[in-house]
């Protein structure tokens, strides 16, 4: 029964495909003032609380600024929390919002769709006030409404998903300075349909957090390479799991679908210092990154088709193996052998 665990692997694994294109997940909506309303925000921001930092070095104008330098569980949660009737939430673009409404534009510039979204510290560090220099290392999440994956035809089901995070702000690739580092960190995400949360956890991911790009000289027309922090983050789904999606999706249904999107644990591999400290992440600061999403689908029907064919196939293999050590192989050999004689 040696080859069990190779076995169940593949059966787990059959249907999920990498053979398809990537393609954006979310619409292009470049046209001002024609936003779209979005109720994507921001859930956690790191994992320390800086508000005493912001209080004491920076002029923040507005209490409610001052208490989204911490956000937790969906809210912000820090100085002011207590002494305020209201909940605040802070959107993935703009400035602090008591309901978390923003307007939601993207863009093809990096020839993948994104969407410019605030910073961890966007709303104490508005008014061009100084960043702390850090967020935390602990968890990073946000919410994201079904507008991010309305462009996955209806009716299919994700193989993959991947996420683009990209700093706005440049420098040049051969820059000394050292701005990327060699980091790891974990993964989660959640489908939410119809308030139901279906959860998928334990993604590792080790990256280097440099992300070059052609940027278009206007001038001459001429293309040049820059960097960014940056990074792409993908999970990959198990033939099992794309099923598992289009079942709790009402069978693919993602113009109602949203998801949360978890990274967390931190870890510069680079430095020797335990605090991870003042490493560079391309959604911390108090300005604006650029976030995409892309995904790669798979057919459900043939995907389950496939699954359960290789769980017959397998099963007549485990059959076949749990006769050959029993007494009974020896009549049963004997009988086809008869037969074909």
């Known amino acids: 029964m040696g080859f069990m665990p190779f076995a169940i692997a593949f059966v787990s694994n059959v249907g999920s495909s990498t053979e398809e294109a990537w393609e954006n997940s979310m619409q292009l909506n470049d046209q001002y003032p024609g936003a779209i309303p979005d109720y994507s925000i921001w859930l956690e921001n790191g994992g320390s609380n800086l508000t005493s930092w912001y209080d004491t070095y920076a002029n923040v104008q507005y209490d409610a600024d001052l208490d989204c330098a911490y956000i937790t569980n969906g809210g912000c949660a820090g100085f002011y929390d207590d002494d305020t009737q209201y909940d605040y939430k802070f959107p993935l673009r703009g400035s602090q919002n008591l309901a978390g409404l923003s307007t939601f534009y993207s863009n093809d510039y ?46 299919d089901t994700i193989d993959s998903l991947r996420y683009f995070m990209i700093d706005s702000n440049s420098f040049s690739c051969d820059d000394p300075l050292g701005y ?23 993604f590792e991911f080790e990256k280097y957090t440099k992300y070059s790009y ?6 001459d027309g001429s293309f040049s390479n820059i960097c960014s922090i940056g990074f792409i983050v993908e999970f990959d789904f198990t033939g099992f799991e794309s099923l598992e999606i289009y079942t709790h999706t009402n069978l693919g249904d993602f113009d109602n679908t949203s998801t949360i999107l978890t990274l967390k644990n931190f870890e510069n591999k680079d430095s020797s210092n335990i605090d991870f400290g003042n490493t560079q992440l391309p959604f911390t600061g108090t300005g604006v990154f650029d976030f995409g999403v892309q995904h790669q689908i798979t057919n459900p029907v043939e995907t389950g088709f496939l699954i359960k064919t290789s769980t017959l196939f397998l099963s007549i293999i485990t059959l076949g193996v749990a006769l050959v050590s029993t007494p009974y192989w020896d009549p049963f050999r004997n009988f086809f052998k008869g037969a074909i004689e």
């Open 214 to 219: 052609a940027k278009l000289n206007i001038a």
């Open 110 to 155: 990096y020839g993948i769709r994104t969407t410019q979204v605030s910073d961890s510290h966007r709303a104490p560090g508005s008014n061009n006030q100084p960043y702390a220099g850090r967020s935390g290392s602990s968890v990073f999440s946000w919410y994201l409404s079904p507008i991010f994956l309305n462009e996955i035809p209806q009716g």
């Open 180 to 202: 990327s580092s060699n980091i790891t960190f974990e993964g989660e995400i959640s489908f939410i349909y119809d308030n139901q949360e279906l959860k998928y956890t334990n």
